[in-house]
């Protein structure tokens, strides 16, 4: 049975820190390529990062350079390092593993909420 469990959301005010973890279960966490989505309510669910397999990264220009995505395949877990938050970041942040854009699996969400 496949299970990404993320964890480290919360609430936070405006220029504050999160850090965002997603533990895998049920696959070959080393050959996924794994990334962080969000959805704000009433908003489309969008892209905020992404790692592949070999440690190559993509971010949302909304995020780059205050965002930081990191994996660990000994402990099965995608990170984000969130930091210089904002309001606009709220949102339901959602970890994915995907193979070869063939299997594809989600998480259940994890809410950041950023305010003062």
């Known amino acids: 049975q496949v299970q990404l469990v993320e964890s480290g959301g919360g609430l936070v005010q405006p220029g504050g820190s999160l850090r965002l973890s997603c533990a895998a279960s049920?696959?070959?966490?080393?050959?996924?390529?794994m990334g962080w989505y969000r959805q704000a309510p009433g908003k489309q669910r969008e892209l905020v990062a992404s790692?592949?397999?070999?440690?190559?990264?993509n971010y949302a220009d909304a995020v780059k350079g205050r965002f930081t995505i990191s994996r660990d395949n000994a402990k099965n877990t995608v990170y984000l390092q969130m930091n210089s938050l904002k309001p606009e970041d709220t949102a339901v942040y959602y970890c994915?593993?995907?193979?070869?854009?063939?299997?594809?699996?989600w998480g259940q969400g994890t809410q950041v909420t950023v305010s003062s």
């Open positions: 994915n593993a995907d193979f070869s854009r063939v299997v594809n699996y």
């Open positions: 049920g696959i070959i966490f080393s050959i996924y390529a």
């Open positions: 790692i592949t397999k070999g440690g190559m990264t």
